[in-house]
């Protein structure tokens, strides 16, 4: 799993990056509120935050490249 996290100075930007996945990442994701190791099969990838600090989090390589080369 591959982990890509932003600062509380991202925050906003939070609602865009999750569409961008909506629509360029081939499966299942979303939100998630527990450990991502607790995903049930066939999530491709998830995101979560915590006082302002967000987390994607990406099963494929693939995908954790294409959103890095875009959102970072």
Not at 36 to 48: F, I, L, Q
């Amino acid at each position: 799993m591959i982990q890509i996290e932003f600062g509380k100075d991202r925050y906003h930007t939070n609602d865009v990056m999750i569409n961008w996945c909506r629509k360029n990442i081939d499966g299942f994701g979303g939100w998630v509120h527990a450990d991502p190791g607790d995903w049930h099969e066939g999530r491709k990838w998830a995101v979560s935050s915590m006082f302002g600090n967000t987390t994607f989090y990406f099963n494929d390589d693939k995908d954790a490249t294409m959103f890095t080369l875009r959102w970072t």
